[in-house]
């Protein structure tokens, strides 16, 4: 009895270290990559703390990409890299993500667009701007185009949250609605458990298979700076913050009371419905019908969108699931140019500008 007691404290002992030593690594390699942001961005101030920037390219309009929950910049790097052979493209860490400084919580969206407008003036980029919001990116961007209607000449919106999102919880079965993968607190709540056991990193494979990286065309670099991305316990905290905001007022009524949207070129790209229901059924394990109520509801929030603006379009990504600009990225760059003629076909056709 003895030595099976003493074989138990000396196991546990063996674990508890283990779980140190990964903690304690696990710090030590975020810091030192937190420490070395990838050129050619910098760091930028943005009411009281600093964004990672990344600006690419010549001309106008300056094209600003805001990323969905949990993206880092990196994901959109291919796109800006095609785009900047035309113009002057944004990309940028959200505060806690990647390589950018935490911000001050709670992550709402005003705080986010606060940051984001304070950012793009110390970058001295002059607007408008056109506006591309993945996700909740376009949540954002919507709130943008609100609060600074005369600095966003035209916006394309990807997938957009809705500030009506709270109608899955409210319509769906509570089983569906937990499958839909629609909250996402669940699963953030449990990778920061493991940051904190310091397991991110030792379980790096079977977290690259989670996140998909295999299905998308993505260099070898730009894998690893998600990767390091996803692998830091402050963006999980950044995440969270934002991911909760979703059910508060600062997201839904608010945003909706900030102003009126500008009257200019909307753009709302979609998902194929066909593809992300056989996603729902056979990843997320939903029933057909729980599915198609999912999409349904989805497809009817995102049209919201074209009421922002008159010149709203109606575009479906006929081959992706959710992240379109990884699934089909010659079809987000053509959407993007084509908001960019837009926008320089109407200066010229209103002619200089008097003094």
């Excluded at 990672?52 to 969905?68: D, L, M, N, T, W």
Aim: hydrophobic share 40%; glycine share 8%; with cysteine.
């Amino acid at each position: 009895m003895g030595a099976l007691a003493t074989g138990g404290l000396l196991t546990l002992g063996v674990t508890v270290f283990g779980l140190l030593a990964a903690g304690l690594y696990d710090r030590a390699t975020a810091f030192s990559w937190v420490s070395t942001p990838f050129p050619p961005g910098r760091l930028i101030p943005a009411n009281g703390t600093r964004l990672y920037v990344r600006v690419q390219g010549k001309g106008s309009p300056a094209v600003v990409i805001e990323p969905a929950l949990g993206s880092p910049s990196a994901e959109w790097w291919p796109i800006q890299d095609e785009l900047a052979k035309t113009t002057t493209i944004v990309t940028y860490d959200r505060a806690g993500y990647g390589w950018s400084r935490p911000g001050a919580f709670p992550r709402s969206s005003f705080r986010i667009v606060s940051e984001l407008h304070s950012m793009l003036e110390h970058t001295g980029l002059r607007g408008p701007y056109v506006l591309v919001g993945h996700a909740q990116g376009g949540l954002y961007a919507q709130l943008f185009g609100r609060l600074h209607p005369d600095e966003v000449a035209g916006v394309l919106f990807l997938d957009p949250v809705s500030p009506d999102n709270q109608r899955f919880k409210a319509e769906l079965k509570p089983d569906a609605y937990l499958l839909s993968g629609v909250d996402k607190t669940a699963a953030l709540n449990s990778y920061s458990t493991l940051h904190r056991l310091g397991l991110i990193r030792p379980l790096r494979a079977l977290f690259e298979r989670k996140l998909l990286f295999r299905q998308w065309r993505l260099s070898p670099t730009v894998r690893e700076v998600i990767w390091q991305h996803y692998a830091l316990s402050k963006a999980h905290r950044a995440m969270l913050s934002e991911c909760s905001q979703n059910a508060t007022p600062a997201n839904s009524s608010d945003v909706r009371a900030a102003g009126d949207f500008p009257h200019v070129p909307v753009r709302v790209l979609y998902h194929s419905p066909r593809r992300m229901t056989r996603e729902m059924t056979m990843v997320n394990g939903l029933q057909r019908e729980d599915a198609e109520e999912v999409e349904e509801i989805w497809g009817q929030l995102v049209r919201a969108y074209l009421k922002l603006s008159p010149h709203g379009q109606w575009i479906v990504a006929p081959e992706s699931g959710h992240y379109i600009h990884l699934d089909e990225p010659g079809l987000v760059v053509r959407e993007v140019l084509g908001l960019v003629d837009s926008v320089r076909q109407a200066r010229t056709e209103q002619g200089p500008t008097r003094p």
